[in-house]
């Protein structure tokens, strides 16, 4: 038997296929198997009409777990020479995924999505938020985005002691005059500016833009 439409066949033992010149023209041959080919023959087309195949797609799960970040890096995008290592790190994490970057100047930053870390805490020192929560400043900060792009090496040394301790002090005295450093007004006056644009101060949902 066959199925023009399926294209399926028989394979009932005792038939064959008619293009092996196999073929029953009379009822009285083996008439007590022919319910039974009947039935078979037509099982086996309904099951060739039934059956699918599902595409193998990616679950949104898969997604998530793809675009997981491992640390988020918060940083002034208004200080240029931040923005320098920034965008290479970001450049380097194209082939990690590793890092969310969050621009602490942006009318959209939110110190409630940043484990309560508002605008003038993050503008004083460098702060990052590990996926488990874990807030961690100065130059641990950097050692722990630099190992997430393959460049833990730059900063290895700083875990260990006297460079820790000379590593800290070298980087609080950047923190404090970064500012006039790179040629802005001192926090105070940032701080300041950002709360007359917005016509009052900076509240603890999002932090005012300068």
Request: proline letters at 4%; aromatic letters at 8%.
């Amino acid at each position: 038997m066959e199925c023009s439409a399926l294209h399926c066949t028989t394979a009932h033992p005792l038939v064959g296929h008619r293009r092996l010149g196999l073929t029953f023209s009379s009822q009285d041959r083996y008439p007590h198997h022919r319910p039974i080919l009947t039935n078979y023959n037509h099982q086996i087309c309904r099951v060739h009409k039934e059956a699918k195949v599902e595409p193998l797609t990616a679950t949104k799960e898969d997604d998530l777990s793809l675009n997981k970040w491992k640390i988020k890096m918060l940083y002034d995008g208004d200080c240029p020479l931040c923005m320098r290592e920034v965008n290479m790190l970001r450049e380097r994490d194209k082939s990690y995924g590793a890092i969310k970057f969050v621009d602490i100047s942006s009318n959209d930053y939110s110190p409630a999505e940043n484990q309560g870390l508002d605008y003038e805490t993050v503008m004083g020192r460098i702060h990052a938020i590990l996926s488990d929560g874990t807030v961690v400043k100065d130059v641990e900060a950097f050692r722990r985005v630099y190992e997430e792009v393959g460049l833990g090496w730059v900063y290895a040394i700083t875990k260990y002691e006297p460079i820790a301790t000379i590593a800290a002090a070298v980087y609080s005295v950047w923190a404090k005059y970064r500012l006039q450093i790179t040629g802005r007004p001192a926090l105070e006056n940032i701080l300041e500016a950002r709360k007359k644009n917005t016509g009052g101060a900076c509240n603890d949902s999002k932090a005012c833009k300068m």
